[in-house]
């Protein structure tokens, strides 16, 4: 018997369990001391998100932003903030956007990270097809991790997020003390480290301004949605539009008007293959775009509706992502849209 234990605990899985819980104890004591003195507890849950962070404090080191381009990985795609900013006679703009995430997340996302630092005159929402999606299939998905992106933990599960989030590599949805490939990678210096980097090697790149810069056109692969498809018959047969998602954009857009900042909507194209394999198919899709028409008509902000704009397949980079070409039509329509519109400054916020 205390060889068949003995062998168990030599065990490369019993190793990792045990590194971990040392690693875990090791930190409590340690930050019991210096845990008070710890930067707030914001935990970004991968190393993109961590480097994008980085990013946007570094475009926004001169101050506050005249134009914010924000929602999902779409809005980073599909709207260069330069060069609409420029067209609607505004001075400065950056995209800083969240992946993957829901609405819910997103204004959690721009309330904690994105507005203290921007704090923009006008606010530009680029509402996507995930945008909606309901909490229990946005977790079966795994987009649930984005939530540990925004929230704020006490006690000393806190205090070990914090001070991870500032001395270890994130990487691949988990902090890198539970993530030993991540550890080995960072200690040979094979970590990303720059947000430029994370999107060279999926052969894209990023503007200044934070605008995802995507070359290529759409190959046919609709993998992504099809498995959402699959999370979402995994929660329900029927897919749906969550209200709540519907409500928190809403509240958050009166929220943004009520500090004196202009709202705008954009509802984006997407290729012609997405419908068919969207969570419902034809209907599903349907359902989210009427969602976001009446997000629009209910919240009375300037929306401009370019889902049946009749892109063509070569304008995106996969199945709902604008490449280059498709991104600067989409910003000059979105600017010829607006024209006439008075949009604040950032310094005529507040």
Known sequence: MPTVLADRVRSPWARKVLAILGVLIVANLVLAVVGPILPEPVTYPTREIQLSVELLDHQTEGGCVDLLVTGNSIAAHDVSAAALAAGLGLGSGVVSVLPGSIASVDVDWMNRVTLPRTDPGTVVYVVSPLTFAPEAVAERYGLGIYTRAVATRGGWPGDLHRWATEHLPLFEYRLALADFAALSDGAEGKLPTSYAEILAATGRSVDPDGHTRATGSFGGSAAFLESLGTAAQLVSDVWEV?????????????????????????????????????????????????????????????????????????????????????????????????????????????
């Open 242 to 350: 969550d209200q709540a998602q519907v409500d928190a954009l809403a509240d958050q857009f009166a929220a943004l008007e009520a500090d004196g900042r202009r709202v705008v909507l954009v509802i984006p194209p997407v290729s012609s293959a997405l419908p068919p394999v969207f969570p419902g198919g034809q209907e599903g899709y349907d359902e989210y775009l009427d969602a976001a028409r009446r997000l629009g008509q209910a919240t009375g902000v300037p929306t401009v509706d370019l889902a049946d704009g009749a892109y063509p397949d070569s304008a995106f980079w996969d199945t709902h992502h604008l490449n280059q070409q498709g991104s600067e039509r989409l910003t000059g329509e979105v600017a010829d849209a607006l024209a006439g519109t008075d949009f604040p400054a950032c310094g005529e916020v507040g």
